[in-house]
T-cell receptor
């Protein structure tokens, strides 16, 4: 059974701080890794994807991948109250499906 | 920006009734998906569909579920005899490519409540 594990949170950070979200996955055959943001009652929205070991930066977001440790993380710099949401980690092994974690709820307080 | 549209946004149905959830994928996409999310739980893959047939399905997608692309634009999920545990948000998604998660677009979801 392929699993993606995340701490459910909530992770509370003050406005302007760095939020660090973590994810581990069980299947070493996983090849693609995704971070989605989901507001309550809404659909997942893709914010980052990463395929290779190392860091990938896009604006305030940095995704980090370590395949040896089967670990993916997302850093959000200069966190804003509008970043408050649930962040879903998902993996794909180039089959048809995405496997999601349960998500980490992030709260950014002013 | 093109989007995946789903109807209805919310449906309440009695246990044992049949439900059809409808989706209009993005027009040039070839791969179609249904996912579901029970309240407070993870998003779970149900089924993928390509070239008018199911390409992969999960253990959740048992005989009470079916999918169809009846007219070249709509993509439907039918639940034949709903159970209380089918209450969930159902997300349709589409992609122009297979197995490329960064090109999957999700619809806004259809919230199904079974009473």
């Amino acid at each position: 059974q392929k699993e993606v594990e995340q701490n459910s949170g909530p992770l509370s950070v003050p406005e302007g701080a760095i939020a660090s979200l973590n994810c581990t996955y069980s299947d070493r055959g996983s090849q693609s890794f995704f971070w989605y943001r989901q507001y309550s009652g809404k659909s997942p929205e893709l914010i980052m994807f990463i395929y290779s070991n190392g860091d990938k930066e896009d604006g305030r977001f940095t995704a980090q991948l370590n395949k040896a440790s089967q670990y993916v993380s997302l850093l959000i710099r200069d966190s804003q109250p509008s970043d408050s949401a649930t962040y879903l980690c998902a993996v794909n092994d180039n089959t048809d499906k995405l496997i999601f974690g349960t998500g980490t709820r992030l709260q950014v307080f002013p | 920006e093109p989007e995946v549209t789903q109807t209805p946004s919310h449906q309440v149905t009695q246990m044992g009734q049949e439900v059809i959830l409808r989706c209009v994928p993005i027009s040039n996409h070839l791969y179609f998906y249904w996912y579901r999310q029970i309240l407070g739980q993870k998003v779970e893959f149900l089924v993928s569909f390509y070239n008018n047939e199911i390409s992969e399905k999960s253990e959740i997608f048992d005989d009470q579920f079916s999918v169809e692309r009846p007219d070249g634009s709509n993509f439907t999920l039918k639940i034949r005899s709903t159970k209380l545990e089918d209450s969930a948000m159902y997300f349709c998604a589409s992609s122009p490519y297979r197995g490329n998660g960064n090109t999957i677009y999700f619809g806004e979801g259809s919230w199904l409540t079974v009473v």
